[in-house]
């Protein structure tokens, strides 16, 4: 294992940068800061893991991939990172890759709660919002990461053509955001739209203005 010979604290000083850039909306400069500090402190799966949710912000995805298999290596047995690459992979449209990912995620820890926002990604990436519906609602129960599990709720809802109830859940995803949570939605509702060409419009244009920043 390398062990960087410089101080940790330094790391830590730019991770922080990286996140004030990153709500400061100056995603580019937030990914060299978090770069920065994986260099740094190249043990360290926090740095690598916003390293690579910085790289999907910016809609860098491959290098992404490459950054969540070094956050996996470092923590090889937990769930989390194999689910948001399982995300990243069903966005990409690679549904083997998000498959596998999913059944070593489960493997690992089959209880994760992380799993059922996983799962609702996948099952929206292959056209089976029903199942994305029950998923995201799993998320919702289980407390994790509310405004991604609204988020996916509202997603599978829109999908089924059920615009009021969608709204309402992109609403409750809406309050439990942050302001450099809006672009991630965004995109998100971008990427629906591609695979779901036919949602209603009107609610749509209104979820996306619900994210507008």
């Excluded at 690679?94 to 489960?106: M, S, T, V, Y």
């Excluded at 056209?127 to 407390?143: D, F």
Aim: charged residues 20%.
């Amino acid at each position: 294992m390398y062990t960087s010979p410089i101080d940790p604290s330094i790391a830590n000083d730019y991770a922080e940068r990286g996140r004030a850039l990153l709500a400061a909306g100056k995603d580019a400069a937030a990914l060299e800061a978090f770069q920065r500090a994986a260099w740094m402190a190249p043990d360290d799966p926090r740095m690598h893991w916003a390293v690579a949710n910085t790289l999907w912000r910016l809609n860098r995805h491959e290098e992404a991939v490459a950054s969540y298999l070094r956050v996996i290596e470092l923590l090889p047995d937990e769930a989390a990172p194999r689910c948001n690459l399982a995300e990243l992979y069903a966005v990409m449209g690679r549904l083997q890759d998000a498959q596998l990912q999913l059944l070593n995620a489960r493997a690992f820890a089959p209880d994760d709660p992380h799993l059922h926002l996983a799962d609702a990604v996948v099952a929206l990436a292959r056209r089976r919002p029903a199942a994305a519906e029950k998923a995201a609602m799993a998320a919702v129960a289980s407390g994790v990461l509310p405004k991604f599990a609204y988020l996916d709720l509202g997603d599978a809802l829109l999908a089924q053509g059920r615009s009021d109830e969608a709204l309402e859940a992109y609403r409750q995803a809406r309050r439990h955001a942050a302001p450099p949570d809006l672009l991630v939605m965004r995109q998100d509702l971008v990427w629906l739209a591609t695979v779901y060409p036919n949602l209603p419009q009107a609610a749509y244009q209104q979820a996306l203005a619900l994210f507008s920043a």
